[in-house]
């Protein structure tokens, strides 16, 4: 019989951040916009985009918040990449991600 050897298993993640911002679940209203002709049955089908999106937040302000989704650190600090601003008004909700 051949010898058996047991596998260690590495689990990524769980770990902390290693940046000091919040991570959030954000779902939010967006304009939706069309330049073509339609008919009103085609006008009244119209919606609100309800895009929803996660990363960590970076401000927050009377008027809108903002994040990032991805980051890189070196020697001169961190640098933020998929920044999105968006306007209060436009939260449907917040969840903060542990």
Known sequence: ???KRKRKKHIVGGSKSVIPYPKYRIEWFDITSDSGWAAEKEFDKM???TPVSEG???AKDE???KIFASYDKDEDG???GERTVIPLSCIKK???IK
Request: charged share 10%; aromatic share 16%.
């Open 1 to 3: 019989m051949a010898n």
């Open 63 to 65: 008027c809108v918040i």
């Open 47 to 49: 919606k609100l985009a």
């Open 94 to 96: 917040m969840i903060k």
């Open 78 to 80: 961190i640098h933020f």
């Open 56 to 58: 960590w937040l970076y």
